[in-house]
């Protein structure tokens, strides 16, 4: 399974960018979908998560403004992220685990936000 992530870009701060991670295959399969970001030199931290039954767990930095959701049909997990700011800025990441516990990332999607 290939993850294709997408979407990121420059924005200004209190601006929206939605992000994107297509699956080569279906996303059925897997349990947990998840979005990361890496600043520089920082380590990668979990921003959101989302589980078969549709619970969602985000980083406190980011609650009220970022939404991870799925499109099955397409294969597709989003981040949607509002109000960013500049300490948003990082490579962001989406990762998708099976019910092996097999993990599976994609490639990272750079997001600036800055004036």
């Known amino acids: 399974v290939q993850l294709q992530a997408s979407g990121g870009g420059l924005v200004q701060p209190g601006g929206s960018l939605r992000l994107s991670c297509v699956a080569s295959?279906?996303?059925?399969?897997?349990?947990?979908m998840a979005w990361y970001r890496q600043a520089l030199g920082k380590q990668r931290e979990l921003v959101a998560d989302s589980d078969i039954p549709g619970r969602t767990n985000y980083v406190d930095t980011v609650k009220g403004r970022f939404t991870i959701s799925r499109d099955n049909a397409k294969n597709t997990v989003y981040l949607q992220m509002n109000s960013l700011k500049p300490e948003d800025t990082a490579v962001y990441y989406c990762k998708m685990s099976d019910h092996y516990g097999r993990d599976y990332w994609g490639q990272g999607t750079l997001v600036t936000v800055s004036s």
């Open positions: 295959g279906s996303i059925l399969r897997f349990n947990v």
